[in-house]
């Protein structure tokens, strides 16, 4: 049957969420209910508190979207649900309702990659604008708080065929940005922060050389004989990775030297104490060495990502870029793009902001060239914490 109408469940990690996406191509009703302010007092997302938040929420979520949409639980074609990567207990909230779900309105079931489901987001934006003239390989970055991941990613017969070619060798990036926004006292989720104060700091001021954003095993593609091959007698290909842990152990070393700690607690306490915190008050208890590091932060962040990426388009020859996954949502990620992907003749593509950041259409949208070839999940199927998303070029 083809135009179906399928509904989309994501709880991998602090946000339940549910999507009627039609055809892959119309997002008919998508609804986000995020767990932020739950997690906010902690830092960070606490694996426990999120499986609690998603069974509170799943049910009315789910209802909403539906209700959205102008559908029933019986007039959906199938069910599609996130099977990992992410925190077991949070996936499995979602995995165990899409199951009895399915089961009971006798419908198909669809397990979804997260990662898969990011760069569906931007194929499925692109439909819906009416582009139907995307070129192929994409080399799709996947850029979030769980994931730095570069995929070269093509339609094949009848499935989609992903390839890795790079991730981070240790933090991702949108975690980098959630660790130093701690570290300084401006609270969490760090990236969005981080992206509307950066622009009143100045970007030079702290000088993070690319060796702290290098991988100590990282292999110097420049440096490999092309011609090598692997154990499977394969040419290897060239790997670009990633590595986040080192700038963030750098922004720690500028804190302490130039004392920055009175001023980062007096800062957390301030923010602690404001039920929800604007730009105006981040920037009231913000001083200028604090303004420089984190825009000189972003900077090296940004500079690095963009290297790397367009780096391995060329090394690929690839036709299309995307870039999506929360950290997509960064603004000086997107001019940058823009900027130097265009001065190379390479097309890049964003989704929306709304849909860069964790969402249910994703899944329903990666969902639909499964149903139409009738790849459904096994009954027995479970969440997949670390689960992989295609084959890897070469193994680490
Ligand atoms: O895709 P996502 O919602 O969840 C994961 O799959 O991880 O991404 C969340 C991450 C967080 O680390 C958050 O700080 C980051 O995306 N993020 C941003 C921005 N908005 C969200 N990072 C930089 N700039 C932003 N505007
Ligand atoms: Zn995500």
Known sequence: MAGAYILGIESSCDETAASVVYAGGKVVSNVVFSQIAAHQPYGG??????????????????????????????????????????????????????????????????????????????????????????????????????HTHLYLAEPREKHWSYRSIGHTRDDAAGEAFDKVAKLLGLGYPGGPIIDKLSTHGDPGAVNFPPSQL????????????????????????????????????????????????????????????????KLEDYLLHSDRKTLNLVASFQRAVVGDLVTKTLAAARACNVATLFVTGGVAANNELRQRFEHDAAMEGLPVYFPSRPLSTDNAAMIAAAAYPKFLAGDFAAVDFSAEAGMVLGEAAISN
């Open 45 to 146: 997302v606490v694996p426990e508190l999120a499986s609690r938040e998603h069974l509170k929420a799943i049910v009315p979520v789910v209802r909403k979207a539906l209700a959205d949409a102008g559908h029933t639980y019986q007039s959906i074609d199938a069910v599609a649900v996130t099977q990992g990567p992410g925190l077991a207990g949070a996936l499995l909230v979602g995995i165990g309702y899409a199951k009895a779900l399915a089961f009971a309105l006798d419908k198909p079931l669809i397990a979804v990659n997260h990662i898969e489901g990011h760069i569906h987001a931007v194929l499925l934006e692109e439909r819906q604008k009416n582009n139907h003239e995307m070129n192929f390989p994409i080399l799709a970055l996947v850029v979030s708080g769980g």
């Open 214 to 277: 290098k991988h100590r095993d990282r292999r110097d593609i420049k440096k490999r004989d092309v011609k090598a091959r692997d154990t499977s007698g394969r040419p290897e290909e060239p790997r670009f990775d990633f590595s986040y842990s080192g700038i963030k152990t750098a922004v720690l070393r500028y804190v302490e030297v130039h004392d920055m700690r009175a001023s980062i607690e007096a800062r957390r306490n301030a923010i602690a104490l404001i039920e929800k915190p």
